[in-house]
C-alpha cells in the first residue's frame, strides 16, 4: 500500500532523527563531568626521555569523587595517533588532584576527549 507522505517529508523526518541522536549522544560524550573538570592539560618533553601527560582533576561538586577517568586523544601534529586513559582516585570535594602519564610514543599535542567520574 503507498504511502501518503511525501518522499521528502519522509526523508527530512529521517534527518531530524539522525540529528536528534547525534545532540543526545553529543551530550553524553562530552569532555567534562558535570561535578569535575581537567585543568592545565600539558603534554611535556624533556630532554631525550619520554614524553609526559600532565594536569588536575578539580572536583566541582559537594560529595567526594572516587575515582575519575581522563580519557586523552594524543595527536601528531592533526592527525590522532591514539587515546589513553589515566585514572584519578579520591578527590575530596571542592580540591583537585594532579596526574601524571608517561607515554611510549612521542605525540605533538593532547586533547581532552572523555572525563567520566565515579
Known amino acids: ?66 575515582s575519575a577517568d581522563v580519557f586523552v586523544t594524543l595527536y601528531n601534529d592533526e592527525r590522532p595517533m591514539e587515546d589513553v586513559q589515566v585514572l584519578v582516585q579520591r578527590i575530596p570535594p571542592g580540591d583537585s588532584v594532579r596526574f601524571e602519564k608517561y607515554l611510549d610514543i612521542r605525540p605533538t599535542r593532547a586533547r581532552l576527549k572523555l572525563l567520566s567520574t565515579n
Do not use: F, K, W
Open 1 to 66: 500500500m503507498p504511502s501518503s507522505t511525501p518522499p521528502l517529508v519522509s526523508v527530512s523526518r529521517s534527518i531530524l532523527c539522525l540529528l536528534a541522536g547525534l545532540l543526545v549522544l553529543a551530550g553524553c560524550g562530552g569532555s567534562s563531568s558535570a561535578d569535575a573538570e581537567v585543568h592545565d592539560l600539558r603534554l611535556r618533553v624533556e630532554g631525550q626521555g619520554l614524553p609526559v601527560l600532565t594536569g588536575y582533576v578539580v572536583n566541582t561538586s559537594e560529595r567526594p569523587i572516587s
